[in-house]
């Protein structure tokens, strides 16, 4: 059996999770194309899987025509399949940890995400960045995102909670990263895209550090926090 | 006098810069927003300025409606100022190159050219990526792509004609980053998103680094360039 029409209840409630408010009310999110599926089948958190690829079989497959696939899509063209996925559950507080308090461009959180993987920052908190289940995000993450423990939290409330942690922001007049101090619970705080960390979280950090450039310009977030994490996963604490 | 209307010829003109082969034609192209138009004017590069802001003034401003400006503007809510460019010229080649070899996302080729700057990697060759003058690229240079010296040729042809380099290509089954050894004249090439460099070029380079990281996924192109230029910015040579 074939779902053919796009009003079909399990396709009109799917599509409701291109928008945030059903994502949350729901507790799901969508993710599309080959690579992401095979990941997300990695974490048991499948729910439904819509595809026009037979070869894919299984209780939850639900096969639909390319029409019905590509509404569902965010992507201009996209691969046969598609799963709603129940939303991540939190884990343990790791020793390194990524706090981002408001990065707002999906690009910029996937790449961080991405890099907090792959340099071993397992814990990341998010402080009113743009939301972790949009699909540009999603993408951006590479499946990263599954790895991770992610949870939503104020960067100052983290801060109080856990003092045992060292916390470093980031600010143009901070030490330079070669003089950071590492230790076993380290925490990297970065900020918006424009207007950086607010002065708020910069009061309440152990230190803020900064990248050395040639002074013209900052550099962009994902590759400011991406350098660190690089800088602190190659040092013994 | 204030142009009201989109078939104004200069606006006609100025349109047609949305498409890369008008741009090639005319060796010309958009910057958008006052950032830009900043930067754009130390370099002695702006043809004619499309303006909403009476503050502005010259002989190559062109006030115009808010129409007009929305038109002309790639972006969804223009700032009130777009300039229309001569395209970058060739300088010398510097010390430090890099070579993208296949980037194909706009905002991958505008992170790259901001770190280039940041860490001085003054001179950079594309060959066969996006094209420098796309809105977006621009946009996420952040002006970076006015300093520097920016050419286009293929990384093999580089490769023979300045023997005096040391070339690393980036793998993943390079040396690790911290073996790289330093000198004067030294160029990176970075690969396509998806397949990375060419067995043609992986042959011709000195030698082949990765960046050490938890193995399960690679890293964002814009932030794996981003780290090896940090790392070599901070050696002495």
Do not use: W
Not at 65 to 84: E, F, G, H, M, R
Request: proline letters at 3%; charged letters at 20%; glycine letters at 6%.
């Amino acid at each position: 059996m074939e779902i053919t029409s796009v009003n079909n209840p399990l396709v009109k409630d799917a599509l409701k999770l291109h928008q945030k408010k059903y994502r949350d009310m729901f507790n799901l999110f969508i993710v599309e194309g080959y690579h992401l599926f095979e990941e997300a089948s990695k974490f048991d958190i499948i729910k439904y899987i819509f595809t026009t690829d037979k070869s894919i079989k299984g209780d939850n497959v639900f096969y639909v025509t390319n029409q019905v696939l590509t509404k569902l899509a965010k992507t201009k063209s996209p691969q046969k399949v598609l799963c709603v996925c129940h939303k991540l559950k939190n884990k343990d507080i790791t020793n390194k940890v990524l706090i981002l308090a408001g990065i707002q461009d999906p690009g910029n959180l996937g790449t961080l995400l991405r890099s907090a993987l792959a340099f071993e920052f397992n814990t990341v908190i998010l402080d009113n960045t743009v939301d972790l289940y949009n699909d540009k995000v999603i993408r951006g993450t590479q499946g990263a995102m599954f790895y991770l423990n992610i949870l939503e939290m104020k960067a100052v409330d983290f801060i109080n909670e856990y003092p045992e942690y060292i916390v470093y922001g980031t600010a143009l007049d901070g030490i330079p990263l070669e003089k950071i101090r590492i230790q076993k619970e380290l925490a990297i705080i970065l900020g918006n895209e424009g207007q950086g960390l607010t002065s708020k979280i910069l009061n309440k950090t152990t230190n803020n550090i900064t990248i050395r450039t040639n002074d013209v310009d900052s550099l962009n977030v994902g590759v400011a926090g991406s350098i660190i994490m690089h800088y602190v996963s190659r040092l013994p604490f």
